[in-house]
């Protein structure tokens, strides 16, 4: 099966959240309780792409989207603005086909372009295999905090883990848009690494 892997638009809001929702209402991986409507993921995503990234990865054969990562700001104050927090889904029957891991380097590689120093992932605790997947590409932990979330009748810990992505200087850059065409040098490496698998 061929996939590819591209920036999203707001237009993507229905097919993401068709990965998207069963997470939310069947499971304690995310701690939203319901389900944004299409509207409320359009805007979410035309946030994330006004100072980050959210790429999304479709069934090459008929576009449906199955997958998508995105990073966005780890705290609000600037100081935190070297720090980004990331997310990734992948529909349950996609996953096994290196999908995961090739979104992964293509959303690290545009968030250093981005600037971005630290990459951050909040994990509920009990997804074991989001932490073996995060640690297999370098993230380590960093803390945990316990029973601080409420979920299918479930007290719920999550652990952080995170991954230096380029060596902080002093004073650092500002992080900045990645441009049109870099975004397409690494999106179209990152397509290429897809068909080689």
Known sequence: M?????????????GVLAVYAPYVTETTVIFELEPPTVAEYAARIAHKL???TFLVVTDGTDGTIVGFAYNGEFRERPAYDWASEISIYLAPSHQGHGLGSEL???????????????SEACITSS?????AFHAKHGYMLCGEHHACGFKLSEWLDVTWMEKQLAEPCTPPA????????ETARILAAANERLRAR
Do not use: H, K
């Not at 380097?105 to 971005?116: I, K, P, T, Y």
């Not at 500002?174 to 065409?181: G, N």
């Open 174 to 181: 500002p992080r900045r848009r990645v441009p049109a065409a």
């Open 50 to 52: 006004e100072c980050a």
């Open 2 to 14: 061929e996939y590819y892997i591209r920036t999203a638009t707001p237009a993507d809001a229905a």
């Open 127 to 131: 997804n074991t295999a989001s932490i």
């Open 104 to 118: 992964l380097r293509a959303l690290e590689d545009l968030m250093r372009a981005q600037g971005v120093v630290m």
